[in-house]
């Protein structure tokens, strides 16, 4: 049994200052399963308080000894607390099952140790040796120091995944964090709070958990002249807007936006096999994943063959209630995002497309959506280039390695993707000439704790994960000492 969602402000769990909540719905159902504190202004300016005097006024930032302790029980705890963690990820956000081996909680908890490992080895400190600039000899040490307070601000597809992808780097650097998950997700990221407040030594105000239902209340995040950086998650719309409300500030900002990947099926390649491939990567968690390939990519002779496969792996999956251990493809969030799928499903016949499956909302309890696959559509249609996050893939013929590059590279986007040939030469030699962030070449999987995750394009600024992830918490000092 889980505790009720509660905000974490300056080490204490707590109601909302006018006691206001909101519900909590499980997108399966859409029933109300719990409520969340409906944080004020008030609260998200004593959280911002309590971290910016944490960071300056506790041994937090400086105390390597500390956060290694600290961050190994928080790690111990979601261990201890991983199956009802689980089972609240498939209650609040609608996740399958499936997906707890991966980024619904094993990827993501790994990565927190992962993080916290690197903090044992890692070098704060450089030296630069001597040299004489201007005719001074120096003794020049290049120091890396936490960046400061830093607002973490969420989306509600893979929570935990992204809640630690950002706390954990942003903890183990020294920073403080102010947590601000999405409103449709608020108790994963309460938990988070719980398990800080109840099973480690962090001390009070070195991490907060506020979960405001309005976006107006959490704007003060990015315009606050105590927060020293961003770490966004989320639409690129929503991203973009973000880093204007902090330039009068000129904080850092860390920006993991959107995307419309490529799967490209190469003229040497198993066409059947990658649209197979692709159309139940599209299937899982509803397509809510910013880094899925929605784009399927193959040569025109092989088009129909295709969409066919695709279609038919699709209605093998189906949409499925995703407490069923078979799950791929759970509902959608929300209302909002149902119907917003569902605007992309009329514009898809309004550009000419026809639907080899799917094509329509489920009409059923909760926010359910056909797995879709859409033809007849070329590149330029706003199918094609615009991010649908649902169950929906588009497939587009190429005539050739020039054009599929050409196709893959016309987006926006740039933040994942992926190549298959019979030849792995050839295959790596298109991937070369892919613009995004990661990239499957003939099935390999980049998903990893020490694997840096990020976009190129408009698909974002900075890299989550890995070494590149823990270093965008950290500022550069050099200092010269006379030599
Ligand atoms: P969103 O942009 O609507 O919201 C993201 C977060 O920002 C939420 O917590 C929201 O409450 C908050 N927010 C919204 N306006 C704000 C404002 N003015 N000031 C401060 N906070 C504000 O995104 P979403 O609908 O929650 O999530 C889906 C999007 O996230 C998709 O576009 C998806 O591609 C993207 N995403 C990207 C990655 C990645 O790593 N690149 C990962 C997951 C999701």
Not at 232 to 245: C, P, Q
Request: with cysteine.
């Amino acid at each position: 049994m889980t505790a009720p969602a509660q905000l974490l402000i300056d080490g204490k769990l707590t109601s909302a200052s006018d006691g206001a909540s909101y519900a909590i719905l499980n997108p399966a159902t859409g029933l109300e399963i719990g409520r969340a504190p409906d944080a004020t202004a008030e609260d998200v300016d004593a959280a911002i308080a309590a971290a910016r005097r944490a960071f300056d006024e506790s041994d937090w930032s400086t105390d390597v000894a500390l956060r290694l302790r600290c961050l190994r029980q928080l790690h111990e705890a979601l261990l201890a607390e991983k199956v009802a963690f689980e089972a609240l990820t498939t209650a609040e956000v609608g996740m399958p099952g499936f997906m707890m081996g991966a980024a619904g909680f094993d990827v993501p908890v790994e990565g927190l140790k992962w993080v916290t490992d690197l903090l044992e080895t890692y070098e704060f400190e450089t030296d630069l040796g001597v040299a004489a600039p201007m005719g001074i000899k120096s003794r020049r040490t290049v120091r890396r120091e936490p960046v400061g307070v830093v607002a973490a601000i969420t989306p509600w597809n893979v929570p935990t995944q992204i809640n630690l992808a950002k706390v954990g780097p942003a903890l183990a650097a020294g920073c403080t964090v102010v947590l601000k998950p999405a409103p449709d997700t608020p108790w994963v990221a309460a938990e988070l709070g719980r398990l800080v407040a109840e099973h480690t030594d962090i001390p009070a105000g070195v991490f907060n958990v506020v979960t405001p239902r309005s976006h107006e209340v959490a704007a003060v995040l990015s315009t606050d002249p105590r927060i020293d950086m961003v770490s966004f998650t989320g639409s690129t719309a929503t991203g973009r807007a973000i880093m204007a409300a902090a330039a009068p500030t000129l904080k850092k900002v860390f920006l993991e936006l959107g995307g419309k990947s490529a799967a490209i099926a190469l003229d040497d390649a198993d066409v059947a096999s990658v649209a197979g491939a692709t159309a139940f990567t599209a299937c899982i968690h509803a397509g809510q994943g910013c880094a899925i390939t929605t784009r399927l990519i193959v040569p025109r002779e092989k088009y129909d063959e295709a969409v066919q496969v695709a279609a038919a792996t699709m209605e093998s999956i189906g949409a499925k209630d995703p407490a069923d251990p078979g799950a791929i493809c759970g509902p959608v969030i929300s209302q909002v995002q149902r119907d917003r799928v569902e605007a992309y499903l009329r514009l898809a016949v309004e550009e000419g497309g026809s639907f080899a499956t799917g094509g329509h909302v489920i009409d059923q309890p909760g926010f359910w959506i056909e797995p879709t696959v859409v033809a007849g559509l070329d590149n330029t249609s706003r199918l094609a280039q615009e991010e649908i996050f649902g169950p929906v893939l588009v497939v587009i013929p190429h005539d050739g390695d020039d054009d599929a590059v050409r196709i893959a590279n016309d987006s926006p986007y740039g933040l994942s993707g992926s190549v298959d040939s019979g030849s792995l030469e050839h295959a790596l030699a298109v991937a070369a000439r892919i613009r995004t962030g990661t990239l499957s070449v003939n099935g390999g999987v980049w998903f990893s704790p020490d694997a840096p995750f990020g976009g190129y394009k408009q698909s974002g600024i900075g890299r989550e994960m890995g070494v590149a992830g823990f270093e965008e918490y950290l500022e550069t000092k050099t200092i010269a000492v006379p030599a």
